[in-house]
């Protein structure tokens, strides 16, 4: 029975971990995120905030106490009848492999927030616009990709209007939803068409673009831009000198905060690299 008691708290402990750390699809069902977030809470680059910490730690340590408490005694002798057996072995085996593996899978996870925090640290100044910042004129590159209404863009069609364009992917909890929220603010006095090319083409599909448009509740003039062959997109991010790295077990995606200012004669006039709003509004007001 102690043996049995503990092998029970060993799978709620992994599931309750996982239920922390598991990648989410690019359209979570909105009870996940929901829950999750009561759960744990954001510390803002992806990781659960302190309380949530303090309830994946002290959660199955006050349980694990209860199970020492009650069956001190003859947990030791139970484990022991228990690793005789045939079964209890491989439940044993599976119990350290999923362990192990969770145990990875978490430290990776870790280790990219702490990258994207090293990588794409925001600029504290929400002062204006340097007088001296470099304005630049060589033609954007252009591309086609499709948007979450179906409709292929491109930046040669957009010419007349000035263009503000940004790389970021649809499951992430980090970086990308600060980059969104900018623009859109920006987007109140400005109104330039919003390019958000996604950096996670394997998942954010065409079919998945209005889901991600609805969860990031874009207004109209933003476009969130994927296509049906990952190539396509990841020609887009090379041009443009955008940089990433994807982490193939979890999905979690490191990348910069580039923000490109495309002028109405399509051709780059500034970058910045995860700017205040105040700086991306002086820059279209240059144009």
Excluded at 17 to 39: D, I, M, V
Excluded at 173 to 184: F, R
Excluded at 252 to 264: E, Q, R, T
Aim: aromatic share 10%.
């Amino acid at each position: 029975m102690p043996a049995f008691v503990l092998a029970l708290w060993a799978v709620a402990t992994l599931f309750w971990w996982a239920f922390a750390f598991a990648p989410l699809p690019s359209a979570p069902p909105a009870w996940l995120t929901a829950a999750r977030h009561a759960c744990f809470g954001s510390a803002g680059e992806g990781l659960p905030a302190p309380h949530g910490w303090m309830l994946l730690v002290l959660g199955p340590a006050s349980f694990l106490l209860g199970i020492a408490v009650l069956w001190g005694r003859e947990l030791p002798a139970s484990l022991a009848r228990g690793m005789r057996g045939r079964a209890g072995t491989w439940v044993a085996v599976i119990l350290a492999v999923a362990a192990t593996v969770e145990g990875v899978w978490v430290l990776r996870k870790v280790e990219a927030a702490r990258a994207v925090a090293d990588w794409t640290q925001p600029i504290r100044d929400d002062g204006p616009l340097p007088a001296e910042y470099p304005r630049q004129a060589a033609p954007a590159s252009d591309f086609s990709l499709v948007d979450q209404r179906g409709v292929t863009l491109s930046i040669s069609e957009l010419k007349g209007r000035p263009v503000v364009l940004t790389f970021v992917f649809g499951h992430c909890q980090t970086l990308c939803p600060v980059v969104v929220d900018t623009l859109k603010l920006v987007s109140r006095a400005s109104a330039p068409v919003v390019l958000l090319v996604t950096l996670d083409p394997w998942r954010d599909t065409p079919r998945a673009l209005p889901g991600i448009a609805d969860r990031w509740e874009l207004p109209v003039g933003f476009h969130v831009l994927s296509s049906r062959r990952v190539a396509d997109v990841l020609r887009v991010a090379d041009r443009y000198g955008v940089t990433f790295r994807r982490d193939e077990r979890t999905g979690d995606i490191v990348h910069p905060g580039l923000v490109f200012v495309i002028d109405a004669d399509g051709r780059l006039a500034y970058t910045f690299s995860n700017p205040p709003v105040a700086w991306v509004r002086e820059g279209l007001r240059r144009l």
